[in-house]
């Protein structure tokens, strides 16, 4: 019998990205393992996953961040779900980021913080529902996915910060029918909302009625749209699974009464959620570097939002500046303390980083380093073009993060080849995804080559794979969190 790993409920756990799950499962679930945690594995289906079809069609056929890790969902599902059951450890299997986007290259680009003004047009909408269905399609078929994250942060409608009273309740009329309007003022209007925290903080919010109308405009199609991804996961699933609603795809913070108006209306419509990622304030990538004390308290209040409506808050961007030091001193114990440690927290990309400086680490001349600076090469000079055609990645933040580093050098200040360069690390992702002429993907190829024939490289791997996952779970209280499973988990 085929164990297949039963969605384990919305418990406080971490999220890895097993970008390349070939040499990234074993240090990560040896780590799970070793803490008596049952921790997420998935990939995000808006940017570093795509269906086998995509990633087995010839170069050059989809945008090279489609799918950039080279790995197709059956591909992470299937084999994350097996080496968790080989290992006897509870895993959950997600689907993340399935994001409503207009292009791949515009949700790649929040990662670096360029937030596009994309108005998506109807046909895109249509494509991109579409696409994200047949990719549910696919991780349905594996038949060991059971959670997924949802983001149409694109969908959102900023341009009503900008108006006037006047003009929003204008448009709110246009935009609603008369029914629409009474229920969604009706919902809120006139209400006092009640919060108590752990620490008998108590938070009161109210909404006016300009608010209401302005998140209404805002949240709306996002809000549909999401509904409408969730109905048809609902109708394909037919056994429970987990549901998360990202919102933090955005320039600005997701405000408390934001969150309240959200949450509100989802339940209204009728969908169930175990997790939600407001904007805390975090940057992709990079250390949390504004004030402690202020985090707390909005992660405080936003969490406290939260667990009234039965859920709880995912942190997503969860990556620091460096492997190394989390998302910087202090920032965990500032979220265990907002939360009591009832988060979910995730982190992806800086595995890829990791490797990048393991294999940076080796000496000159050697096979190890010489991959390292064909990596690095190879992904300047594809940013150069980039920047030179005005290809789809071109932005003016890659032009400073390029030059920055060419001046660098020169002025010695920073070795050449420095993998913390901030264009390499924010842009090394795409050299699994840089394709030879047959089609292969010979640098990714090259990695997963030598870690199985290149055993101290592979120890070394497993060993630094494990050492950050257990930073992240010892940072986090996330330890034994297993306990929090209600019956057996395989099925
Ligand atoms: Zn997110």
Partial sequence: MRKVTRYPGSIPHPYTGIRIPEILLTGILKSYKKHGVAGGFGLSFGRETAPEKVIKAPRGEY???????????????????????????????????????????????RIAGVYEESKISPE?????????????????????????????????????????????????????????????????????FSFYGTHNQHYEYSLDKSQIMRFSLKYIDSIRVTKQIYDYIKSKMKRPFGFEISLDETFEKTGEEELLFYLTEWKSIGGTL?????????????????NLDELEERVAKLAVIARSYGVLLSIHSGSGSSPYGGKGRGIYKALLKATEGKIKYKISGVYIELIFEILASYPAGSAERSLYEQIFDETYAYLLEQMEKGGKLASKLL???????????EKNTRKPYDPRASFFRFNSYLALNFRDSKGRRYLRDKIVEFYQTNERFHEKVDREVEKLTSRLIGGLNFANNERFIKNSQVI
């Fill in 399 to 409: 032009r400073e993060q390029l030059s920055r580093y060419k001046r660098a050098v």
């Fill in 63 to 109: 945008e090279i961040t489609q799918g950039h890790t080279g790995t197709s969902i059956k591909k992470y599902l299937t084999m994350g779900s097996e080496a968790a059951s080989e290992a006897n450890a509870s895993a959950e299997m997600e689907a993340d980021h399935l994001i409503i986007v207009a292009s791949s290259a515009t949700a790649v680009k």
């Fill in 124 to 192: 895109q909408l249509k494509k991109s529902i579409e696409y994200n269905k047949a990719e549910v399609d696919e991780a349905i078929s594996t038949g060991v996915i059971n959670a997924y994250t949802i983001d149409a942060s694109d969908l959102f409608d900023l341009s009503v910060e900008k108006l006037t009273d006047k003009e929003i309740e204008d448009k709110f009329k246009k935009a609603f029918s008369e029914n629409e309007r009474k229920e969604m003022l009706s919902r809120c209007l006139d209400r006092k």
């Fill in 274 to 290: 175990d997790f939600i990622a407001p904007n805390v304030g975090f940057k992709k990538r990079k250390d949390f570097r504004g």
